[in-house]
């Protein structure tokens, strides 16, 4: 059995966070197969699927790698999701990134009362409880390398969210990760 490498080209490690995770959403699996770099798709392709190698060869003459990416990322999801799920994840992708549409499907998150503060949620907060960063230091550092977004501008540093401002607002965390920010 071979090694697959990671993401990046590097050895796959969750430290380093470069890999693909079987139980991966089917979204952010296809978009994490898209970030492989050209270089990998050749083993990828190989070792990852079980696409006959004729018609590897033939992915790999394409002109345009991504066109061979989104084939990859598609019979990946395809494996461990299903056909349909492997589309969808497609279609998503597409239109997210190519066509730079939202998603029709964000889910909706209420920001929570914090008695302790007298106040809502801060943004890092909401992005922690949101699942769109895995702690508060991972949503403090989105946010100061300029990865998150509240209705296409940038949210310059953290602060409190207001229902008179953000209310009914998408959040967006990196280039595929939304969420509709509700006030009860």
């Known amino acids: 059995t071979n090694i697959v490498s990671g993401t990046d080209g590097r050895k796959m490690s969750s430290s380093w966070g470069n890999t693909i995770n079987l139980l991966d959403h089917p979204n952010d699996m296809f978009g994490r197969v898209m970030s492989i770099s050209d270089s990998l798709l050749e083993e990828y392709l190989i070792h990852c699927t079980r696409i006959p190698l004729e018609e590897v060869n033939k992915l790999l003459e394409l002109e345009n790698p991504r066109d061979a990416k989104i084939e990859l990322a ?30 029709t499907d964000i889910p909706e998150k209420i920001v929570e009362w914090c008695d302790a503060l007298d106040s809502y949620q801060n943004i890092a907060d909401f992005m922690v409880s949101a699942g769109l960063a895995t702690s508060k230091s991972d949503a403090r550092r989105k946010v100061e390398q300029g990865g998150a977004y509240i209705d296409g501008e940038r949210v310059p540093e953290i602060r409190i969210l207001s229902p008179e401002t953000d209310d009914g607002k998408i959040l967006k965390v990196g280039k595929i990760h939304f969420v509709k920010i509700k006030f009860q």
Do not use: C, D, Q, W
């Open 74 to 103: 598609r019979e990946i999801v395809r494996i461990y999701h299903g056909e349909e799920a492997a589309e969808k994840a497609k279609e998503y992708f597409v239109n997210t990134f190519s066509k730079k549409e939202l998603p």
